[in-house]
């Protein structure tokens, strides 16, 4: 299953705004998962809720787009 918030299979990304200059971006897992850097842990990466960023963050979902990593092995 994917992320529920895009509906796609992992690799999706998922964008938000944050209110600062710079937004969030994360990646899709499974499970309703991503992987979100500084989410728990200052400089580290944890499969967290999709919803968690809006929620505990406070901030607003943008949208996804479909994974493309053309140079990806």
Known sequence: ???????????ALLYWDTGQRAGHVALCLR???????????YGYIDAVNATDIETVWGATYLGWAPPYFPSGG
């Open 31 to 41: 499970d309703g998962k991503i992987a979100s850097n500084e989410f728990r842990r």
């Open 1 to 11: 299953m994917g992320c529920p918030r895009c509906g796609l299979s992992p690799g």
